[in-house]
Each structure stands twice: as structure tokens, then as C-alpha cells.
């Protein structure tokens, strides 16, 4: 079910244009108002049943006005969740069910009302929570214009949403992220908001971002290695079989690879070794996710807003199998009993991540108690030295007689009272 939802949410076939069910695949030029399922170990395609009846065909938001953003979540993880932008008098969030084919919608939600759009990437944690980093200027249903964006954290499981801020030079759009096992969402790449032309974030691979999902804090992390990506925007990101590769597929700028991967126990860039017929034209604004030990990656177009990779005799969907980190190989058929191989873990681990910050805190209490005590010890050491050196100076009998004061005794001390008291 889980690689079901995955699935829907990968191909990106919800859209919202008059019916059209003519077609035995969908047509990547033409719109529908059907949701279809993808069956990768035979590659049909198939319509919901009732699809037509059932869908909120004219409660999305327009493409037009910024379009929705997806994501799964609820209880089972078997609900799409598709939040609408602001500029929409619609429900905030409609839900489809995969278990019964069902759809809802929901016009309030808990405390702030999430914001989605197309060229927003959301992540689900583990944890029902959809995080939605909107990286450019919105008005919020209070009223309150956020300049400087902000992220969306949309429980799904209590139908309540928070907004946190987001860290300075996260204005960006188009970007890509990755949830790493540790619960750190790396953000990269994007490009500026600011109209359809918008330029590329020109540290987008330089810097990355890691925002901490367990203590929403954020850092920016510098990367390494002469295979940095240059600036690009409308990419697509997955975490590889071992947990800590980051890949890095297509995008707008023409003079990238196709291919790269982020090493996150290091924050080392390089261009992986590939084997098969690949694809041959870049790819922006598609889908990708791991399925299996495969990259899935799902339509998009040509940095021109073209489908010339039809003409090239290239499919919808490609393959890439990632079961092998030290080479990947692309493929055309999907194997769904393909074993998944184990694992190395990283080496060594330089990852952002609260169970690393914990052996730090933990590590500078020890050596600071350690400190404390070892300048407890020699200060109890000198003092007793010390004392035993007045102890012994006291103690000894000068050598001139002359200058001993000599000690009363009780019976000299007795008769002095006695004077005394005569007197």
C-alpha cells in the first residue's frame, strides 16, 4: 500500500480539465481530470473507478494561481493529501484514500491554514507531519504578510497546522528535498521566486540546508568536491538504499550532468559511475522516488517547456537501478521481486542530527566534571600539604634556649589566681 501511495503521488497524473478517457495512457500534452494508478510490473495504465463522479474536479487550485502541492500521510499512510494555494476561495486540504477510493475536503484546519503550491516540494516524516517550505512572500488567513516565506508543518493525523520561520536565503522555489533517516530535510537548489524567469539560487549546491524535523532548527552546511552542480532549479532528489546518499537527477541548467550524488556522512559531490542506455535529453520538473531498488522518475519536460524526449524515443517513465552505490545502472524493466542487497553503513558521520549534537553535550559535561574534580583534588592536596607544613614548623624547638617563652604549669597558674583575687 505504502509503494501504492508513492506511486500516485509520483506520476503527478491528478489534473484538472474536462474528462478525457479516450486515450489508453496519459498523453504528457494533455490534461485529464482522472486519476490513474501505475502498475510498474507491467506498465498499464488504469482509471479509478468512479473517478469521473467522485473527484472535486473544481475545488483545486488553478495552475494558473500556483497550482497544489502532495503529499501522503493519516494513520495508515494511505491518504494523498492535496493542499491548495492561498489565492483560492476553495478547501483549504481535499484527501483521497487509497483503501476505498474516497475523497474529502476539509475548509478548516487547526490553527494556521497550510499553503501548497506546484513548485513547492513536501516532505512526509515518519510521524504523519507534512512539512511544505514555502520559499517566497504569502499572506497568511490571519492577514500577515510573511516576506521572507516560511514552513508549513501540517499534521495530518490531527488536522492542525503550525508555521515556523524559516532560515535566511531560503527564498527559493523549485528546489528539491530529502528526508535522511535521522529526521534532517536536506534542502537544495531552487531558484528565485520572483516571476517565471527567475534566476537559479547561485549557491544552491555549494550550501545546502538541514532542517532538524525533532527540534525545528536549521543549518546551513557547506559543500565539497570538484563535481558541484552549478546553480540549477527544477530538479528532483531521492535518498539512495544506504541512507546517506543524496541523488540528484536532471534540472533546467543544460551544462549540468545528468546525474550527481551528495555524500551526507561527508558533504562530498560526485558524479556516480553509470551503466545502461540512459536518458539523453535533461529532464525539469518531474517526479522521482525510490520503489523497490529503483529511482522511478516520472514525466516533466525539456529546460525549453518541450516534450522533445517523446520525439527521442524516450518513455514517460525511467528506470534506475540504484541497488549497486558503486554504479548505477538504468533499465527498462521494473522487477518487483528484484532483491534489495544489504547495506554498508557510512564509515563515519559528519551528519547534522540531534543524536550527534546529544554525544557532544554529553562529551563536554564529562570533560568539564572531570576538569572540576581534578582542581578539587590538587586543591585539597596543597591545603592538607600545607598544613601539615605549619604543623611540622610548630612543633619544632628553636636552637637558642634564650628565646624559649617558657609554659606555666597548672600549680604556677593556680597561685597566680589566688594572687589575683587577694588583691
Not at 487547526?110 to 517566497?136: C, H, W
Not at 533499465?331 to 551528519?351: L, Y
Request: proline share 6%.
Amino acid at each position: 500500500m505504502f509503494n501504492f501511495i508513492l506511486l500516485l503521488l509520483l506520476l503527478q497524473i491528478l489534473t484538472i480539465v474536462k474528462s478525457q478517457l479516450l486515450t489508453p495512457s496519459p498523453s504528457v500534452r494533455t490534461l485529464h481530470s482522472s486519476i490513474y494508478t501505475f502498475d510498474t510490473s507491467t506498465l498499464p495504465w488504469t482509471a479509478i473507478p468512479d473517478n469521473e463522479k467522485t473527484l472535486f474536479l473544481n475545488l483545486f487550485s488553478s495552475v494558473l494561481s500556483g497550482g497544489v502541492a502532495a503529499s501522503y500521510g493519516g494513520e495508515k499512510n494511505d491518504t494523498i493529501y492535496f493542499i491548495n494555494n492561498e489565492n483560492t476561495t476553495s478547501p483549504s486540504v481535499l484527501t483521497f484514500n487509497t483503501s476505498d477510493n474516497s475523497w474529502l475536503k476539509y475548509s478548516s484546519i487547526s490553527v494556521e491554514r497550510p499553503i501548497g503550491r506546484n513548485q513547492m516540494r513536501p516532505i512526509t516524516d515518519y510521524n504523519g507531519k507534512i512539512y511544505l517550505l514555502a520559499g517566497f512572500p504569502f499572506t497568511t488567513i490571519q492577514d500577515v504578510t510573511r516576506n521572507q516565506g516560511g514552513m508549513f508543518i501540517f499534521d495530518t493525523i490531527e488536522l492542525s497546522c503550525v508555521l515556523k520561520d524559516a532560515i535566511d536565503g531560503m527564498l527559493r522555489v523549485e528546489y528539491s528535498a530529502t528526508l535522511l533517516p535521522n529526521g534532517i530535510i536536506v534542502y537544495m537548489g531552487g531558484k528565485d521566486p520572483k516571476g517565471p524567469d527567475g534566476k537559479p539560487v547561485a549557491d544552491g549546491f555549494r550550501i545546502v540546508y538541514l532542517y532538524n524535523t525533532i527540534d525545528n532548527t536549521w543549518k546551513p552546511q557547506p559543500t565539497f568536491g570538484d563535481s558541484t552542480p552549478n546553480g540549477d532549479n527544477g530538479i528532483s532528489s531521492v535518498l539512495g538504499l544506504d541512507g546517506f546518499r543524496i541523488i540528484v537527477f536532471g534540472g533546467h541548467n543544460i551544462d549540468n550532468k545528468m546525474l550527481y550524488v551528495l555524500d551526507t556522512t561527508t558533504f562530498n559531490w560526485y558524479e556516480p559511475n553509470v551503466s545502461g542506455k540512459g536518458p539523453t535529453l535533461k529532464r525539469r520538473d518531474h517526479t522521482a522516488n525510490v520503489i523497490g531498488r529503483y529511482m522511478v522518475i516520472a514525466f516533466g519536460s525539456d529546460p525549453n517547456l518541450k516534450f522533445d524526449y517523446k520525439q527521442n524515443g524516450e518513455n514517460d517513465v525511467l528506470l534506475l537501478d540504484i541497488g549497486n552505490s558503486s554504479n548505477y545502472n538504468w533499465v527498462n524493466h521494473f522487477d518487483p521481486n528484484a532483491v534489495v542487497p544489504p547495506q554498508s553503513p557510512p564509515q563515519s558521520s559528519t551528519q547534522y542530527n540531534n543524536k550527534n549534537d546529544t554525544g557532544i553535550i554529553v562529551g563536554v559535561v564529562v570533560g568539564v566534571l572531570g576538569i572540576i574534580c581534578i582542581i578539587s583534588l590538587c586543591i585539597f592536596f596543597f591545603i592538607k600539604r600545607r598544613k601539615n607544613l605549619l604543623h611540622e614548623k610548630a612543633l619544632s624547638i628553636p636552637s637558642n634556649s634564650e628565646n624559649v617563652m617558657a609554659i606555666p604549669s597548672d600549680l604556677e597558674l593556680s597561685s597566680g589566681r589566688s594572687l589575683v583575687k587577694k588583691s
